[in-house]
T-cell receptor, first 114, second 115 residues
Framework: AQSVTQLGSHVSVSEGALVLLRCNYSSSVPPYLFWYVQYPNQGLQLLLK??????LVKGINGFEAEFKKSETSFHLTKPSAHMSDAAEYFC????????????FGKGTKLSVKP | EAGVAQSPRYKIIEKRQSVAFWCNPISGHATLYWYQQILGQGPKLLIQFQNNGVVDDSQLPKDRFSAERLKGVDSTLKIQPAKLEDSAVYLC?????????????FGPGTRLLVL
């Protein structure tokens, strides 16, 4: 069965600092991978996704993630945090060859200090 | 382009009562999903529709939850009777097709509190 592990339920960074949110997955076949962001009292918004091709994926708001098959990881990064980045971030996976339901991690809440 | 619409945004009921949530997906989107998001957890799929047919309802507690998507557009999710553990945010999402890599677009959710 597939699963997604997000290390750290809460990450706090200073404004301008590097943001690193960790995601590891378990899957018997290479999956499709997604990062979603959820602002308070809002639905989820897609930040970026990896399906095929280049393993470094760029998304919205300056975020990017790198698919590393050998490490079964898909960590999310942003070089310089902004106050508006404060939100909850979810990593998700879907399995090739299946009906493809998204399996979400438990989420990481990002706080940005001024 | 209008996003996924959901109503109501908030609902408070007592246990054993019934409740219904409504979702209007993005126009033209064939696939519609209902997720349950319990506090502190990621969303969990309850049911997936392709047009007006059910693709996956394996995680839907069918003794109390039901969902329909008449005419392949709007959808309603019902809980009857509600339990305390049903307190959660119910998210509706839609995508244009059924391909695994397609983006799902989420509505703002309905926050349910069962007392």
């Amino acid at each position: 069965a597939q699963s997604v592990t997000q290390l750290g339920s809460h990450v706090s960074v200073s404004e301008g600092a590097l943001v690193l949110l960790r995601c590891n997955y378990s899957s018997s076949v290479p999956p499709y991978l997604f990062w979603y962001v959820q602002y308070p009292n809002q639905g989820l918004q897609l930040l970026l996704k990896y399906t095929t091709g280049a393993t470094l994926v760029k998304g919205i708001n300056g975020f990017e993630a790198e698919f590393k098959k050998s490490e079964t990881s898909f960590h999310l990064t942003k070089p310089s945090a902004h106050m508006s980045d404060a939100a909850e971030y979810f990593c998700a996976v879907t399995k090739r060859g299946s009906q493809g339901n998204l399996i979400f991690g438990k989420g990481t809440k990002l706080s940005v200090k001024p | 382009e209008a996003g996924v619409a959901q109503s109501p945004r908030y609902k408070i009921i007592e246990k054993r009562q019934s409740v219904a949530f409504w979702c209007n997906p993005i126009s033209g989107h064939a696939t519609l999903y209902w997720y349950q998001q319990i506090l502190g957890q990621g969303p969990k799929l309850l049911i997936q529709f392709q047009n007006n047919g059910v693709v996956d309802d394996s995680q839907l507690p069918k003794d109390r939850f039901s969902a329909e998507r008449l005419k392949g557009v709007d959808s309603t999710l019902k809980i009857q009777p509600a339990k305390l553990e049903d307190s959660a945010v119910y998210l509706c999402a839609s995508s244009s097709g059924q391909l695994l890599q397609e983006t799902q677009y989420f509505g703002p959710g309905t926050r349910l509190l069962v007392l």
